[in-house]
């Protein structure tokens, strides 16, 4: 028997790098890819022809499987489906909408879906609608996040029981601890997203990689509930939003402060007073810039180690 | 080598039943400690009269140990130190204030203490207050929480940097492979509160409890935050505080929404509507009132089969 998370996605470890905006591109993807995990291209922050050169180049930086996250709300969907079938591009992670629109189209085209969500009602609809595999995602991930608040440690073992599809925990793992802890609670495979944001092979800017090394518990809070919740870290953008949401701004009230381009001024401009700065609770924990090929196999070291350690603790024995 | 907390406390498991208001009375504490976890006489919903009664009901239905928490707001702590104290009660778990004015007091008459932390920060603090243990909670907690809003998965690997002492896990945590989770990250033992909430010796009202097997995820959120954040059940009183919030409400008008018994309103007398009623995201995955007792043997029953089937599954062999 195999983990079934390895053979969907042909890969060695079930170990998925996210895609996230601004700093997944085809290098962070390859660099995954090529060290045994699944590399994702993040479409949400690139236009069309911009997907499409970083699909192409990731074709040429590796032989191994890469996919594409695709938030469903993506103004150019359809070109960007368009590409993506055009290219062969093998696996596809769906986000931030429904998955039933594109699911059979995907399937048409010979590729794999796995669907994002934060709730197991959502996990049920997701498999009705005929995915492969569902990335269960709790209120410690970076970015956009469910208004359930639900964390990772309630969520995997509430959507264990909602479907029997592969099952990917994403939301505050950080370690091969944190990994085989996902996988005793049901998981079979565990997506990153904060502790690759901080690659070498991250397109963030440097300073905004700098200002997330340097975080504490604490120093993140999922905001601008009214529109959709982000997890953002503090910042000057950080405390207008909080001052405004204290005095009961409204959804117009909020858009307009929120305006737009934020999240590239910050992560990828680097502008940490202005722009929105999108990390995961993980970073706490996350203290230095490595290679991905790395951070993948030292995930691997320590999930070994902490199984291995199980069976000769006598801490564990009742 | 022995477990660290089961020696501390003199327990055969490391399985602490969380002290929660106008819950855990004597017949919860010895239901748990009879079956070979730490019950908690909880004093934040007791008068120190009511507290003596309890300890000493206690002392006839138990010859193991048990101990009292104590919210350190309190406002007759002096009386309630006092009757500890002179009732020899063996351990004491200290939450919502700083340690540093009793723990040395608790240990010049040789009770055990442990205090209850939501960040590393507080943790260490913690540590050079002499406390013996630190229980780590996160955010999916019921009842009062801390503002860093960290999660269960990523404060127990944070809280684990920063002290060496004995490491209790909380928050989200009701099965024994969320139990194996918390120690696999870090912690020694578990402290639960909703599973125990909900048990046949649990002194809440049946309409509470009742209610609790009937909610799903996203049922409960972190409410009242200008004052102090507590997680609570979507309810009337909920949907008022809800909208107060959302359109700005100050610190003095939420305090006169809340007024004054809330919680006993809710919990102990079962008002569903007007009552604040306090439990933890991890309700949505308890479906049965059981036995405490019943429910101290299923978690290290989960807890030995999760723990020997990551030896046997090949879905864990990278």
């Given at each position: 028997?195999?983990?079934?998370?390895?053979?969907?996605?042909?890969?060695?470890?079930?170990?998925?790098?996210?895609?996230?905006?601004?700093?997944?591109?085809?290098?962070?993807?390859?660099?995954?890819?090529?060290?045994?995990?699944?590399?994702?291209?993040?479409?949400?922050?690139?236009?069309?022809?911009?997907?499409?050169?970083?699909?192409?180049?990731?074709?040429?930086?590796?032989?191994?499987?890469?996919?594409?996250?695709?938030?469903?709300?993506?103004?150019?969907?359809?070109?960007?489906?368009?590409?993506?079938?055009?290219?062969?591009?093998?696996?596809?992670?769906?986000?931030?909408?429904?998955?039933?629109?594109?699911?059979?189209?995907?399937?048409?085209?010979?590729?794999?879906?796995?669907?994002?969500?934060?709730?197991?009602?959502?996990?049920?609809?997701s498999e009705k609608a005929g995915v492969d595999a569902i990335?269960?995602?709790?209120?410690?991930?970076?970015?956009?996040?469910?208004?359930?608040?639900?964390?990772?440690?309630?969520?995997?073992?509430?959507?264990?029981?909602?479907?029997?599809?592969?099952?990917?925990?994403?939301?505050?793992?950080?370690?091969?601890?944190?990994?085989?802890?996902?996988?005793?609670?049901?998981?079979?495979?565990?997506?990153?997203?904060?502790?690759?944001?901080?690659?070498?092979?991250?397109?963030?800017?440097?300073?905004?990689?700098?200002?997330?090394?340097?975080?504490?518990?604490?120093?993140?809070?999922?905001?601008?509930?009214?529109?959709?919740?982000?997890?953002?870290?503090?910042?000057?953008?950080?405390?207008?939003?909080?001052?405004?949401?204290?005095?009961?701004?409204?959804?117009?009230?909020?858009?307009?402060?929120?305006?737009?381009?934020?999240?590239?001024?910050?992560?990828?401009?680097?502008?940490?007073?202005e722009g929105e700065l999108e990390i995961g609770q993980i970073?706490?924990?996350?203290?230095?810039?490595?290679?991905?090929?790395?951070?993948?196999?030292?995930?691997?070291?320590e999930f070994n180690e902490s199984r291995s350690s199980l069976?000769?603790?006598?801490?564990?024995?009742?």
């Open positions: 028997m195999t983990n079934r998370i390895c053979e969907l996605f042909n890969i060695k470890y079930p170990i998925i790098q996210a895609g996230m905006v601004w700093c997944s591109g085809w290098r962070l993807a390859t660099a995954v890819s090529n060290a045994g995990g699944l590399g994702l291209i993040g479409a949400g922050s690139m236009h069309p022809e911009t997907l499409l050169e970083h699909i192409r180049k990731a074709k040429l930086a590796t032989d191994k499987s890469f996919g594409v996250n695709v938030p469903l709300m993506y103004p150019e969907i359809d070109r960007i489906m368009e590409i993506i079938v055009q290219e062969k591009v093998p696996i596809v992670f769906t986000s931030a909408g429904s998955p039933k629109k594109w699911t059979s189209y995907l399937h048409d085209h010979n590729i794999k879906v796995a669907h994002v969500v934060s709730s197991a009602e959502f996990a049920g609809k990335v269960a995602e709790g209120f410690e991930a970076g970015g956009h996040n469910g208004r359930e608040e639900t964390t990772t440690l309630v969520l995997i073992p509430s959507v264990r029981k909602a479907t029997s599809l592969p099952l990917i925990a994403a939301g505050g793992i950080g370690s091969g601890q944190a990994m085989l802890a996902s996988m005793i609670l049901g998981a079979e495979g565990v997506q990153i997203g904060s502790l690759f944001a901080t690659t070498i092979e991250s397109s963030a800017h440097s300073e905004f990689k700098k200002c997330v090394l340097g975080l504490r518990e604490g120093d993140t809070h999922l905001m601008l509930k009214k529109l959709a919740p982000v997890r953002l870290i503090h910042n000057k953008f950080f405390n207008q939003v909080k001052e405004a949401e204290a005095n009961g701004a409204s959804v117009d009230e909020l858009k307009t402060l929120l305006g737009r381009g934020r999240a590239k001024k910050g992560i990828f401009e680097g502008d940490l007073d970073s706490a924990l996350i203290n230095e810039i490595r290679p991905a090929g790395e951070v993948v196999q030292s995930l691997i070291n069976l000769n603790n006598s801490n564990y024995s009742f």
